[in-house]
């Protein structure tokens, strides 16, 4: 009877799982969709409880079960809340690393039973999860370190070489263990951690800032595979299902990534695009002169123009700035504009992060344009705001065949009558090269803080 009840809670998780996750994949529905998924996990966690006899046998430790999830609890709850929008990567870099830690774990404790159950199947499960978890666990940590700027790129002559030496020394031992005999080397099976750990670290090192976005997903599809052979090896259903949605859904996500960018995932792990940094003085002086523009000027172009797309990036995520930029918006529109947003797939850093800053200020789903659409509406547009976005609005990668970005889908902001940009300073963007945007014609600079600069652009029309 407890079997068929935990049966049912898992396949309710297994469903929640699935609904949850195609609610995520509209803003109007994103929120209730990760309650339900919430609610499908917590399910399957209370009926493992109470519900599950391995062996015919009760559990006994439910202190330390209960305790680990009040200190997981509360230290997810208060880092959720407390986490700055411009931090948001960097939290999803640690949450997804500890779920890489927490499939490698499960793989270490149960290479304590090879030897009660050695069939090739179940050892190959429990070498690739604790490969995987580990790459992911690692991997994720040096994201984190880079996101958050305490880690530089690190690269030496020979890298990708050594990368790929160290990961076939890693599966060749995988495959000895596999198919040997029961009698496995511990020191083996450790050795494979500790290669595998190390190669986490060499293959995200050398990845340029620009390419992080694309990292990221991969390193979550990485953690949802190894979530799935978790689930595999204890045939566990809800563990099975988000595992495969995790990883099916961050490797479609990763492969979208890298067509906004117009690279091959090949060249994501090796170019290192993005890894160094081109001076802007330099770059300004063989682009020429640009033009600055008052926030009183900027501001009657604006509330007296017929449509406005207004283009974020990260610079409005450091301001924290979302919410005067909606207020923004909304003035226009009392005033007759025609207000959008146009988002680049891989603005900020890390996949649909403009998507969320604007949503979290409750602009409305319909106000966003796609890449494709927003390219189709900037001929008739008379403003473009760009908001600290960089790279994804420079033209080089349409007009310049030796930049690094060339070939990568752009927002084609030059198309406007007037582009109005938003920076701190001339400084590159995240890829660490000029934007030619700032010295054209029709583009005018507007320096200073986002929010601040917002603020001084609401008022100004106000009094208009």
Same mark, same amino acid.
């Given at each position: 009877?407890?079997?068929?009840?935990?049966?049912?809670?898992?396949?309710?998780?297994?469903?929640?799982?699935?609904?949850?996750?195609?609610?995520?994949?509209?803003?109007?529905?994103?929120?209730?969709?990760?309650?339900?998924?919430?609610?499908?996990?917590?399910?399957?966690?209370? *009926?493992? /409880? =109470? %519900?599950?006899?391995?062996? !015919?046998?009760? $559990?006994?430790?439910?202190?330390?079960? #209960?305790?680990?999830? &009040?200190?997981?609890?509360?230290?997810?709850?208060?880092?959720?809340?407390?986490?700055?929008?411009?931090?948001?990567?960097?939290?999803?870099?640690?949450?997804?690393?500890?779920?890489?830690?927490?499939?490698?774990?499960?793989?270490?404790?149960?290479?304590?039973?090879?030897?009660?159950?050695?069939?090739?199947?179940?050892?190959?499960?429990?070498?690739?999860?604790?490969?995987?978890?580990?790459?992911?666990?690692?991997?994720?940590?040096?994201?984190?370190?880079?996101?958050?700027?305490?880690?530089?790129?690190?690269?030496?002559?020979?890298?990708?070489?050594?990368?790929?030496?160290?990961?076939?020394?890693?599966?060749?031992?995988?495959?000895?263990?596999?198919?040997?005999?029961?009698?496995?080397?511990?020191?083996?099976?450790? *050795?494979? /951690? =500790? %290669?595998?750990?190390?190669? !986490?670290?060499? $293959?995200?090192?050398?990845?340029?800032? #620009?390419?992080?976005? &694309?990292?990221?997903?991969?390193?979550?599809?990485?953690?949802?595979?190894?979530?799935?052979?978790?689930?595999?090896?204890?045939?566990?259903?809800?563990?099975?299902?988000?595992?495969?949605?995790?990883?099916?859904?961050?490797?479609?996500?990763?492969?979208?990534?890298?067509?906004?960018?117009?690279?091959?995932?090949?060249?994501?792990?090796?170019?290192?695009?993005?890894?160094?940094?081109?001076?802007?003085?330099?770059?300004?002086?063989?682009?020429?002169?640009?033009?600055?523009?008052?926030?009183?000027?900027?501001?009657?172009?604006?509330?007296?123009?017929?449509?406005?797309?207004?283009?974020?990036?990260?610079?409005?995520?450091?301001?924290?700035?979302?919410?005067?930029?909606?207020?923004?918006?909304?003035?226009?529109?009392?005033?007759?504009?025609?207000?959008?947003?146009?988002?680049?797939?891989?603005?900020?850093?890390?996949?649909?992060?403009?998507?969320?800053?604007?949503?979290?200020?409750?602009?409305?789903?319909?106000?966003?344009?796609?890449?494709?659409?927003?390219?189709?509406?900037?001929?008739?547009?008379?403003?473009?705001?760009?908001?600290?976005?960089?790279?994804?609005?420079?033209?080089?990668?349409?007009?310049?065949?030796?930049?690094?970005?060339?070939?990568?889908?752009?927002?084609?902001?030059?198309?406007?009558?007037?582009?109005?940009?938003?920076?701190?300073?001339?400084?590159?963007?995240?890829?660490?090269?000029?934007?030619?945007?700032?010295?054209?014609?029709?583009?005018?600079?507007?320096?200073?803080?986002?929010?601040?600069?917002?603020?001084?652009?609401?008022?100004?029309?106000?009094?208009?």
């Amino acid at each position: 009877m407890q079997t068929s009840i935990l049966s049912i809670c898992y396949l309710i998780g297994s469903i929640s799982f699935i609904i949850g996750l195609k609610m995520l994949s509209n803003p109007a529905t994103a929120r209730k969709g990760n309650l339900v998924s919430a609610a499908g996990m917590g399910i399957a966690i209370l *009926g493992t /409880l =109470f %519900l599950y006899q391995p062996d !015919g046998k009760t $559990f006994h430790n439910y202190g330390w079960i #209960a305790g680990a999830l &009040v200190i997981g609890a509360v230290i997810g709850s208060v880092a959720a809340r407390k986490v700055k929008m411009t931090a948001m990567p960097e939290m999803v870099s640690i949450f997804n690393g500890m779920g890489g830690l927490c499939a490698a774990l499960i793989s270490i404790v149960e290479f304590g039973r090879i030897a009660e159950d050695h069939t090739d199947l179940h050892v190959l499960t429990i070498i690739a999860g604790m490969i995987i978890g580990s790459v992911s666990f690692a991997g994720s940590m040096v994201a984190y370190g880079k996101l958050s700027g305490k880690v530089k790129d690190h690269t030496f002559p020979g890298q990708h070489i050594f990368n790929l030496v160290v990961l076939f020394v890693i599966v060749v031992m995988g495959a000895f263990i596999v198919i040997g005999d029961s009698s496995v080397p511990v020191f083996m099976f450790y *050795g494979i /951690l =500790f %290669l595998s750990v190390c190669y !986490g670290v060499l $293959f995200v090192a050398p990845i340029g800032g #620009a390419d992080m976005p &694309v990292v990221i997903s991969l390193l979550n599809s990485f953690t949802g595979i190894a979530t799935a052979c978790a689930g595999f090896l204890y045939n566990n259903q809800v563990m099975l299902t988000g595992g495969i949605l995790v990883g099916s859904a961050g490797a479609i996500l990763t492969i979208l990534m890298c067509k906004a960018m117009n690279r091959s995932l090949k060249n994501v792990l090796i170019g290192s695009f993005g890894g160094t940094t081109v001076s802007a003085e330099h770059a300004t002086g063989e682009q020429g002169s640009y033009k600055e523009i008052s926030v009183t000027d900027a501001a009657m172009v604006m509330n007296y123009a017929h449509k406005v797309i207004i283009v974020p990036g990260y610079g409005l995520a450091v301001a924290q700035a979302q919410h005067t930029c909606h207020e923004l918006e909304k003035l226009l529109r009392d005033n007759g504009v025609d207000v959008k947003y146009a988002i680049h797939p891989v603005a900020g850093r890390m996949p649909g992060h403009m998507n969320v800053l604007l949503a979290e200020a409750d602009v409305s789903y319909d106000d966003l344009l796609e890449l494709e659409p927003a390219n189709e509406q900037f001929s008739s547009t008379d403003v473009v705001l760009i908001l600290g976005a960089n790279d994804v609005v420079n033209p080089a990668a349409e007009n310049d065949p030796s930049s690094p970005i060339y070939g990568m889908p752009i927002l084609q902001v030059t198309k406007a009558k007037t582009v109005i940009v938003n920076k701190r300073s001339m400084r590159p963007g995240y890829a660490g090269i000029e934007n030619e945007l700032f010295f054209m014609p029709n583009t005018s600079m507007l320096f200073g803080d986002a929010k601040g600069v917002l603020q001084q652009l609401i008022n100004e029309i106000k009094s208009l």
